[in-house]
Antibody, heavy 121, light 109 residues
Framework: EVQLVQSGAEVKKPGESLKISCKGS????????IGWVRQMPGKGLEWMGI????????RYSPSFQGQVTISADKSISTAYLQWSSLKASDTAMYYC??????????????WGQGTLVTVSS | EIVLTQSPGTLSLSPGERATLSCRAS???????LAWYQQKPGQAPRLLIY???SRATGIPDRFSGSGSGTDFTLTISRLEPEDFAVYYC??????????FGQGTKLEIK
């Protein structure tokens, strides 16, 4: 069974750094793209970027390029989303999700449970 | 960037009725690379439809997708109580980013 298990909720202050994780199991972690999706409180879904853990090929939405870093550690089947300096506007639920094929042009077939990030002074 | 506009923003219907949700793209979506997701409060999105019209595994056949180019539709033939949720479309066939629509909330009338 394919599973994506995300790290727990975080409460941070503006300016702090953060790295949240998404651990894949039940499949070959290096063979499928994993993406990140933001959902701000009461709002819709926003596509942030994707990574292919097999070779760390990473693609970002222009809206998020330079604002976050997506990475993966294939030795432990885990993808990451990180911030170097959080802002209050980063407060949101963040979902990781996996494509069903090796192609980057794909929908998200499997989803993690979400990680709530709260940034407040 | 392709902008997806979903309509209506909110749809109020009763169980047993037919629901028709629209997703319009600002430019043609290549190869009908369009997906639909359902999201209930406090839950992650769930894939319903991919490739504009293919149902994901385990999705009831009352859900169907259609369309091509710039106009796509999700139809729920007979609403069940568990179908009341927010629905999102997503295109994944063009250049990045693979954008989502803003969502349609399907509520009980």
């Amino acid at each position: 069974e394919v599973q994506l298990v995300q790290s727990g909720a975080e409460v941070k202050k503006p300016g702090e750094s953060l790295k949240i994780s998404c651990k894949g199991s039940g499949y070959s972690f290096t063979s499928y793209w994993i993406g990140w999706v933001r959902q701000m409180p009461g709002k819709g879904l926003e596509w942030m970027g994707i990574i292919y853990p097999g070779d760390s090929d990473t693609r970002y939405s222009p809206s998020f390029q330079g604002q976050v870093t997506i990475s993966a550690d294939k030795s432990i089947s885990t993808a990451y989303l990180q911030w170097s300096s959080l802002k209050a506007s980063d407060t949101a639920m963040y979902y990781c999700a996996r494509t069903p094929t090796k192609h980057s042009s794909s929908w998200f077939h499997y989803w993690g449970q979400g990680t709530l990030v709260t940034v407040s002074s | 960037e392709i902008v997806l506009t979903q309509s209506p923003g909110t749809l109020s219907l009763s169980p047993g009725e037919r629901a028709t949700l629209s997703c319009r793209a600002s430019q043609s979506v290549s190869s009908s690379y369009l997906a639909w997701y359902q999201q209930k409060p406090g839950q992650a999105p769930r894939l319903l439809i991919y490739g504009a019209s293919s149902r994901a595994t385990g999705i009831p056949d009352r859900f169907s997708g259609s369309g091509s180019g710039t106009d796509f539709t999700l139809t729920i033939s007979r609403l069940e109580p568990e179908d009341f949720a927010v629905y999102y479309c997503q295109q994944y066939g063009s250049s990045l980013p693979y954008t989502f629509g803003q969502g349609t909330k399907l509520e009980i009338k």
